[in-house]
């Protein structure tokens, strides 16, 4: 691939209202649109959303290396994976402008050869992907009437946002949402490294009478994860502590969780995620892969992560009806909890 135009625009999206999480609220996503054309003028698009909060570089960071980016592209296709990771090294510090700038060389290539993301990598995609519900740091009134919204509209596994500054907040609200889910819902919940290890322990062996399916990042450091459950039934899912393959194979070779939470934008794109899928496949690690509350752009790469793991679970794709607008149609919509791919 020679002689591409790269341009970029940035966006701004607002959220209907603000969604709320231990580590404060999300009000609004920044990022950019990365486009790649070729002398034929045809046309690859990518989206980087950079979220720091959650492990990412910053917007001005993008920014920045955008101004004076010089993509110097050599693939293979026939090994494309390292091909990519090759060409694309200089942005590993930068995985939601490498995410976008490797969607886009991927869609652009598609394009060229005619071809779908699947048949290029050879990987099967499954046809329907359950996806969770998610209900946010609320009060307990609107988090019950989320729980009852998500449940009417076909949602079989809610992920409710914890850590507030009082757990017996956060027991009483998880125990009103299973109230209203029922036993046939399942439930997580995530923390977002909010508690420490010894707070972990005390609140997750009172939360084992709701049978929660995992608690997500409920300490910070991942260090901490084997002490913490030793000591209740829950499994544990590592998210913020997954930002490189390095920190997947040490989490699997430790035995420090149960499940690895993927986020395609934070880990630097598909050929990242896919080399941390297959090690976690080898292993038998539950994976769930997760947007990072980006646009429906970016939100397609991340929904084929999902489609291509071997065994299923519900994803946290099911983000695109928080925002106000759009900058395009969503290519995958969610019915009845399910997102149905082709």
Same mark, same amino acid.
């Given at each position: 691939?020679?002689?591409?135009?790269?341009?970029? %625009?940035?966006?701004?999206?607002?959220?209907?209202?603000?969604?709320?999480?231990?580590?404060?609220?999300?009000?609004?996503?920044?990022?950019?649109?990365?486009?790649?054309?070729?002398?034929?003028?045809?046309?690859?698009?990518?989206?980087?959303?950079?979220?720091?909060?959650?492990?990412?570089?910053?917007?001005?960071?993008?920014?920045?290396?955008?101004?004076?980016?010089?993509?110097?592209?050599?693939?293979?296709?026939?090994?494309?994976?390292?091909?990519?990771?090759?060409?694309?090294?200089?942005?590993?510090?930068?995985?939601?402008?490498?995410?976008?700038?490797?969607?886009?060389?991927?869609?652009?290539?598609?394009? &060229?050869?005619? @071809?779908?993301?699947?048949?290029?990598?050879?990987?099967?995609?499954?046809?329907?992907?359950?996806?969770?519900?998610?209900?946010?740091?609320?009060?307990?009134?609107?988090?019950?009437?989320?729980?009852?919204?998500?449940?009417?509209?076909?949602?079989? @596994?809610?992920?409710?946002?914890?850590?507030?500054?009082?757990?017996?907040?956060?027991?009483?609200?998880?125990?009103?949402?299973?109230?209203?889910?029922?036993?046939?819902?399942?439930?997580?919940?995530?923390?977002?490294?909010?508690?420490?290890?010894?707070?972990?322990?005390?609140?997750?062996?009172?939360?084992? /009478?709701?049978?929660?399916?995992?608690?997500?990042?409920?300490?910070?450091?991942?260090?901490?994860?084997?002490?913490?459950?030793?000591?209740?039934?829950?499994?544990?899912?590592?998210? &913020? %502590?997954?930002? %490189?393959?390095?920190?997947?194979?040490?989490?699997?070779?430790?035995?420090?969780? %149960?499940?690895?939470?993927?986020?395609?934008?934070?880990?630097?794109?598909?050929?990242?995620?896919?080399?941390?899928?297959?090690?976690?496949?080898?292993?038998?690690?539950?994976?769930?892969? @997760?947007?990072?509350? &980006?646009?429906?752009?970016?939100?397609?790469?991340?929904?084929?992560?999902?489609?291509?793991?071997?065994? /299923?679970?519900?994803?946290?794709?099911?983000?695109?009806?928080?925002?106000?607008?759009?900058?395009?149609?969503?290519?995958?919509?969610?019915?009845?909890?399910?997102?149905?791919?082709?």
């Amino acid at each position: 691939m020679t002689n591409l135009e790269l341009t970029y %625009s940035p966006y701004h999206l607002q959220l209907s209202m603000p969604f709320v999480t231990s580590k404060g609220e999300i009000k609004e996503r920044k990022g950019f649109v990365i486009s790649l054309k070729n002398l034929e003028h045809a046309q690859g698009i990518g989206e980087a959303a950079p979220l720091p909060e959650f492990g990412s570089e910053s917007f001005e960071d993008d920014e920045k290396a955008l101004e004076n980016i010089n993509l110097n592209l050599k693939l293979d296709l026939n090994d494309l994976m390292p091909s990519i990771e090759n060409s694309l090294a200089d942005f590993d510090h930068l995985p939601a402008l490498r995410s976008g700038l490797e969607q886009a060389i991927l869609n652009l290539i598609c394009i &060229e050869r005619t @071809t779908t993301l699947s048949e290029l990598f050879h990987k099967p995609v499954t046809r329907n992907i359950a996806v969770n519900g998610v209900i946010g740091m609320a009060a307990k009134t609107e988090s019950v009437n989320k729980a009852k919204e998500l449940k009417s509209k076909g949602f079989r @596994t809610l992920k409710i946002k914890a850590g507030r500054e009082k757990f017996e907040s956060d027991l009483e609200i998880i125990s009103a949402i299973r109230n209203e889910a029922g036993r046939n819902t399942k439930l997580r919940i995530d923390v977002n490294g909010k508690w420490s290890p010894e707070e972990a322990a005390v609140n997750l062996k009172q939360l084992e /009478q709701f049978d929660i399916e995992y608690a997500e990042q409920p300490v910070k450091d991942i260090n901490d994860f084997p002490s913490v459950s030793a000591g209740t039934t829950i499994p544990l899912a590592a998210d &913020e %502590s997954v930002r %490189s393959y390095t920190d997947a194979v040490d989490i699997m070779k430790n035995h420090s969780a %149960s499940v690895l939470i993927l986020k395609p934008m934070m880990l630097g794109g598909l050929t990242h995620t896919f080399r941390i899928i297959d090690e976690a496949e080898k292993n038998g690690m539950k994976i769930v892969i @997760t947007s990072s509350f &980006e646009s429906s752009i970016g939100r397609s790469a991340a929904v084929f992560a999902a489609a291509v793991l071997k065994e /299923q679970t519900a994803h946290g794709l099911a983000v695109h009806d928080y925002f106000k607008d759009t900058i395009v149609n969503d290519p995958f919509p969610v019915e009845n909890g399910l997102i149905k791919i082709g």
